[in-house]
């Protein structure tokens, strides 16, 4: 069984692993594109599937504390979606493709910290007196991540239930666009 914490903790090493694909192929315009490709893919992914799953537990059984940290968490998603969404316009070949991937990286990491040391331990401490409500939120968190947008729309939001029916009319026109991205083989994964 895994823990929401595990599952977001999964998901910022895998986005690590994509920056550090996309930061040191520098020579390599093509296996740039296909990491950073999913790393947005995946960042977009990942950031919703928290606002709409862990951030309303962290207000749900934290209190006043929770909704200050979900609002704080919010506000950094909305700031790293800004820059993600520049960054998406973006090719490998364009030159500051690397600089604007540091760039998200720097508040993307602080962020990642933050959450695995702050947020996830003090939401695990309430969960535990709930059984399987960890894993059942891990659960959640991986379905939801099949409905979402793969792309940055930080004019969608991130509360629910806007966000939710912005995301749910975006996912379609993300997800055939996709088709046309390249993104990493096995073997490289």
């Given at each position: 069984?895994?823990?929401?914490?595990?599952?977001?903790?999964?998901?910022?090493?895998?986005?690590?692993?994509?920056?550090?694909?996309?930061?040191?192929?520098?020579?390599?315009?093509?296996?740039?594109?296909?990491?950073g490709?999913?790393?947005?893919?995946?960042?977009?992914?990942?950031?919703?599937?928290?606002?709409?799953?862990?951030?309303?537990?962290?207000?749900?059984?934290?209190?006043?504390?929770?909704?200050?940290?979900?609002e704080?968490?919010?506000?950094?998603?909305?700031?790293?979606?800004?820059?993600?969404?520049?960054?998406?316009?973006?090719?490998?070949?364009?030159?500051?493709?690397?600089?604007?991937?540091?760039?998200?990286?720097?508040?993307?990491?602080?962020?990642?910290?933050?959450?695995?040391?702050?947020?996830?331990?003090?939401?695990?401490?309430?969960?535990?007196?709930?059984?399987?409500?960890?894993?059942?939120?891990?659960?959640?968190?991986?379905?939801?991540?099949?409905f979402?947008?793969?792309?940055?729309?930080?004019?969608?939001?991130?509360?629910?239930?806007?966000?939710?029916?912005?995301g749910?009319?975006?996912?379609?026109?993300?997800?055939?666009?996709?088709?046309?991205?390249?993104?990493?083989?096995?073997?490289?994964?």
């Amino acid at each position: 069984m895994t823990t929401i914490s595990q599952a977001v903790i999964d998901d910022h090493r895998e986005l690590e692993k994509y920056y550090n694909e996309v930061v040191h192929n520098a020579n390599d315009y093509g296996r740039q594109q296909r990491f950073g490709n999913q790393f947005i893919w995946d960042l977009a992914r990942h950031s919703v599937g928290e606002e709409l799953v862990v951030y309303p537990a962290l207000e749900k059984h934290l209190g006043a504390e929770g909704k200050e940290m979900a609002e704080h968490d919010r506000k950094e998603h909305h700031s790293v979606k800004q820059m993600l969404e520049e960054f998406q316009e973006m090719s490998a070949s364009d030159t500051g493709y690397v600089d604007q991937l540091k760039k998200i990286w720097g508040s993307l990491s602080d962020h990642m910290k933050e959450e695995e040391e702050r947020d996830l331990p003090a939401l695990e401490g309430k969960l535990q007196s709930f059984g399987e409500e960890s894993s059942s939120m891990a659960k959640s968190f991986r379905r939801t991540k099949l409905f979402v947008p793969t792309r940055s729309h930080p004019s969608a939001g991130e509360h629910p239930p806007f966000e939710t029916a912005m995301g749910l009319l975006a996912a379609p026109i993300d997800k055939v666009a996709d088709l046309f991205r390249t993104f990493p083989d096995r073997e490289e994964l």
